[in-house]
């Protein structure tokens, strides 16, 4: 894929394999080109190459969907329809943005729409199976939700891979190696003083977690 952009360095992955990965995390289930409406100013449309992959919505300004044409990326909370726009139709991001989007054709609608509608649900499961980690107590082998943090900071999107694993934190308290990821985080958007907390609590919680014991050396 895409080569990470400048200050997305630290973001390193997970030193456990994904082992609590179903196949719809890492499956593209959606490519192609759609309009976007802008958030700013006009509002007017633009086209965008999506990619729909497990939890993440992404789009870039060209096909080749590597880091220097990405445009944005979100997880994908809930799709709901656009009575006024027949080709169109609303997504509405765990972060609570809502997007704009419309196809060519009601044939491409009806397979971006169900791309984007498992991509909720995949999201949903990996917030319930994080639910599920920090009630009974324990850490599953690697947060879904942690590895998706992870890419989107490999990819340079640094708010949104904080944003996202604070969630994970916030769900799974217990998880040394999500405190870890967030303070590396916390460090490319040099917010130090969260990144030295974050970190402070991975080395707490798993004190051979060696990578973090760096981190925080740099941080301080």
Known sequence: KGRALAGAAAMEPPARPPEAASGEDTEVLYEGFLYKRGHKGLRNWKLRFFVVKGPLVAYYAARTATAASLKGAFLAAKVREWPEEPLGWIIEAESRKVFFVRAETHEQRAQAIEAMRRSAAVNRLHRERDRTAASSGRTAPVSPRCLTGVELGKQGLISEAVATLMEVTRAVPTDAEAWYHLG???????????????????????????DARLHLGVAL
């Open 184 to 210: 590396t985080a916390q460090l490319c958007s040099l917010d130090e003083q969260s990144a030295v907390a974050s970190l402070q609590r991975a080395v707490a919680l798993q004190e051979d977690l060696d």
